[in-house]
């Protein structure tokens, strides 16, 4: 009768070492292979981010940015912090990657910081736990441009519309600020590179405030630009103005991020 307890007992204990599986759609980075038996807690990938690796002492660290991963893993008891610490930095050499920095905090924590041309990589170990963090060193791909009336008018044949920003108002009034200046001179050229396009200039607020309130509110500054554009020489017959208030938001007003994209004035092609 003993047998099958004994049997039972061994297999609940292979299960408990059995490692837990991975985070979802998480895996090990290319620049390393996990250590034996461990599992990834959380990771982090980002097509471009920064990150602080040390190079030296006191606190001394380079900014490194580029495409970045982070994996961070748990291992089975028994595993210091020393022998994660030793594989990866032997791991490294063995593919001729410079160790640029290593730290030992009371035979603890372990940090490493290694380099092959513009790869970069670190290791920190506390323990049974253990981090690695990759960046790929890379110039930025600027994909954001000024507003401009060549930008706009790019957008306006592709969609039929475009949201303008940086017309600004006095607060709670249809009153047009001189720093608004710049983006109605883009806008007034965009009307002179396209004689031939008329369009409904839509004024939108954010949610802050009743809707009696922001939709006449709207509407009178949509009308301020009309009439801005009209005085710099533009057809008033190509101009409709009209008010939604935050009926028609763009994004999320909850945030400030997303109350300050709700407020806009867009140009919606009539013809």
């Known amino acids: 009768m003993k047998l099958p307890i004994v049997l039972f007992s061994i297999c609940t ?58 994996v961070a893993y748990a291992c089975a008891t028994g595993v210091s912090g020393l022998q994660t ?47 690695v963090t990759a960046v790929r060193k890379k110039e930025m791909e600027q994909q954001m441009q000024a507003a401009t009336a060549e930008g706009w008018g790019e957008q306006i044949n592709q969609t039929g519309r475009a949201s303008i920003y940086g017309i600004n108002f006095d607060t709670g009034k249809a009153t047009i600020r001189p720093d608004s200046e710049t983006v ?41 630009v009309v009439a801005w554009l009209a005085s710099k020489g533009v057809d008033r017959s190509r101009l409709i103005a009209a008010g939604f208030g935050s009926k028609r938001p763009l994004a999320d007003n909850s945030t400030d991020e997303g109350r300050a994209k709700n407020r806009r004035v867009d140009l919606v092609k009539l013809y």
């Open 13 to 70: 204990f292979a299960f408990a070492q059995a490692p837990r599986p991975d985070a979802k759609g998480c895996q090990d980075p290319a620049v390393l292979s996990r250590m034996t038996g461990c599992f990834i807690l959380r990771c982090e990938k980002n097509d471009y981010n920064v990150q602080k690796m040390p190079i030296g002492k006191p606190n001394k660290f380079e900014d490194v940015e580029g495409a970045l991963e982070k």
């Open 85 to 131: 610490f030793r594989n990866a930095e032997n791991a490294l050499k063995a593919k001729n990657y410079q160790i640029v920095y290593t730290d030992n905090y009371y035979n603890v924590r372990f940090t490493l910081t290694a380099r092959q041309g513009p790869q970069w990589v670190m290791v920190y170990s506390d323990g049974p736990e253990y981090t």
């Open 184 to 224: 109605l001179n883009e806008v007034l050229a965009l009307f002179q590179k396209q004689p031939d396009w008329a369009f409904v200039v839509a004024g939108h607020t954010d949610n802050v405030g009743s809707d009696a309130i922001n939709t006449p509110l709207s509407r009178q500054r949509a009308e301020a």
